[in-house]
């Protein structure tokens, strides 16, 4: 089986899936209704992706918004890795367990509505809903094209 063809797939289509519901909520509700569809939704969208494909499909990030996406001290080294290198995915096999992860940027201008500069791209009103749902918020100050983090795609049938 070839995981990383599979996982970069996944990826992608999880990137697609979060980010076709973010920019629809923020189209219709604004930061803030994007803000709450996020954290009632996000993971909700993933758990069922995974279940589709009978994987487990989750971002982890060294800067978390929701604590949930903290990563381990093993995938903070492949994090760090992958922004000091500018490696966008790789395979890893612990075990009879395999896992791809694959690169998240700052793609998006909507995107620096929710994750910018506090008070210069993030709202007054967006930042205080940021902070009520997510008080530990790691997840600001990026600008396009930074790293945000990493897809992790953890096969189940290995």
């Given at each position: 089986?070839?995981?990383?063809?599979?996982?970069?797939?996944?990826?992608?289509?999880?990137?697609?899936?979060?980010?076709?519901?973010?920019?629809?909520?923020?189209?219709?509700?604004?930061?803030?209704?994007?803000?709450?569809?996020?954290?009632?939704?996000?993971?909700?969208?993933?758990?069922?992706?995974?279940?589709v494909y009978k994987v487990d499909i989750s971002r982890i990030s060294?800067?978390?918004?929701?604590?949930?996406n903290k990563p381990t001290d093993f995938e903070l080294e492949i994090?760090?890795?992958?922004?000091?290198?500018?490696?966008?995915?790789?395979?890893?096999?612990?075990?009879?367990?395999?896992?791809?992860?694959?690169?998240?940027?700052?793609?998006?201008?909507?995107?620096?509505?929710?994750?910018?500069?506090?008070?210069?791209d993030i709202s007054q009103e967006t930042l205080k809903v940021i902070?009520?749902?997510?008080?530990?918020?790691?997840?600001?100050?990026?600008?396009?094209?930074?790293?945000?983090?990493?897809?992790?795609?953890?096969?189940?049938?290995?």
């Amino acid at each position: 089986m070839n995981y990383s063809k599979i996982g970069d797939s996944l990826s992608i289509i999880s990137q697609q899936t979060l980010l076709l519901n973010v920019s629809r909520e923020m189209k219709s509700k604004g930061p803030v209704g994007a803000i709450d569809f996020c954290n009632l939704n996000a993971s909700t969208l993933m758990d069922s992706l995974s279940q589709v494909y009978k994987v487990d499909i989750s971002r982890i990030s060294s800067k978390p918004r929701n604590g949930a996406n903290k990563p381990t001290d093993f995938e903070l080294e492949i994090l760090n890795s992958m922004e000091t290198s500018n490696v966008m995915d790789t395979l890893r096999k612990n075990g009879n367990q395999v896992t791809y992860y694959k690169s998240i940027t700052i793609g998006m201008p909507a995107c620096i509505k929710c994750h910018g500069i506090p008070e210069t791209d993030i709202s007054q009103e967006t930042l205080k809903v940021i902070e009520k749902l997510y008080p530990n918020d790691l997840a600001k100050n990026y600008s396009i094209g930074d790293f945000r983090g990493a897809w992790k795609i953890q096969f189940k049938d290995y």
